[in-house]
């Protein structure tokens, strides 16, 4: 995969790209709309109101969505591939068996944000916000958390192989039953996060204890 800007860390360009016009939906109100079964391509979505949406096998691919209110949404089985997230708010929002590999999230607010299953691997979210959020059974390969922020959240049995987790606060999450392969203890904050004897054998092996 190709170097992502580390979105909410570095600046995010004053020259945004110029969409194509006739897949531009800006300033329109769908707020709850089901929007199952439908596609699209390359589409950007700009101040428009998701809020309370539901979807079930949507497929949206490289699309745009900026300043879009994701609240209460529910997604269920749907796609969201190498799309881009721009100061977008998830307040309550769920995703359950989504795929959303590579996408990119940049200046987001997540509040509540549940994530159930799926495949969120390649996913840009470097210093995302993301105290409290629940993330349980989610493929995330490969990953882009770093300096993100999950105080208190929930990242249990998901596959964290290759993730990017360098500066990363988990201070209080719950890790029991996720890869921790590529976790370096002495670069994340881990204070009363929670793992199993599994891990905690890995964590110990990272840090030059032998396991016997």
Known sequence: MPNRPRANIDPVSSRPPIPDPDLVVRDEDWYGRDVSEL?????SFLDVDFSEVTGDGAVFKDCTFANVRFNASRHTASVFANCTFRKCTFFDTEFTGCKLVGSLFQQCE????KVKGGDWSFCGLPGADLKGSQFDGVRMREADL????LE???????DLSGAQLHSTNLVGADLRGSDLSSLDPLTAQLKGAK????QAAVVATALGFTVC
């Open 152 to 158: 208190n959240a929930t990242l249990t049995a998901c």
């Open 39 to 43: 596609s699209f391509d390359g589409h």
């Open 195 to 198: 793992i199993d004897g599994e």
């Open 146 to 149: 770093t300096g993100a922020r």
């Open 110 to 113: 997540f509040t509540l944000l």
